[in-house]
């Protein structure tokens, strides 16, 4: 059974950082593409970053520079560093992991992050 669990989210002041984690199990953890994306109520979800499973980074232009998207592959874990927040990043954060023979892929359960003053 495939689960990704996420942690780290939270209430941060405008310029403050977070960082996002987002455990898996039941997966071969290095076969997989991996992202994360956010979504603000009303809105649709938006790509934030991506890493390939060949370790190739990509960054929504809205938050290069300021975030970092890594991963530990003894602990199976996604992470996605949050430097310089604006109140603009306030949003749910779900991860996201997938591979040609599950396109589809699984989804985290989604974690909070609030930026405000």
């Known amino acids: 059974q495939v689960q990704l669990v996420e942690s780290g989210g939270g209430l941060v002041q405008p310029g403050g950082s977070l960082r996002l984690s987002c455990a898996a199990s039941g997966i071969i953890f290095g076969a997989y593409n991996m992202a994360w994306y956010r979504q603000v109520p009303g809105k649709q979800r938006e790509l934030v970053a991506t890493?390939?499973?060949?370790?190739?980074?990509n960054y929504a232009d809205s938050v290069k520079g300021r975030f970092t998207i890594s991963r530990d592959m003894n602990k199976d874990t996604l992470y996605l560093q949050m430097n310089s927040l604006r109140s603009e990043d306030t949003a749910v954060y779900y991860c996201?992991?997938?591979?040609?023979?599950?396109?589809?892929?699984?989804w985290g359960q989604g974690t909070q992050v609030t930026v405000s003053s």
């Open positions: 996201h992991m997938s591979r040609a023979a599950a396109p589809a892929g699984y």
């Open positions: 890493v390939t499973n060949g370790g190739e980074r």
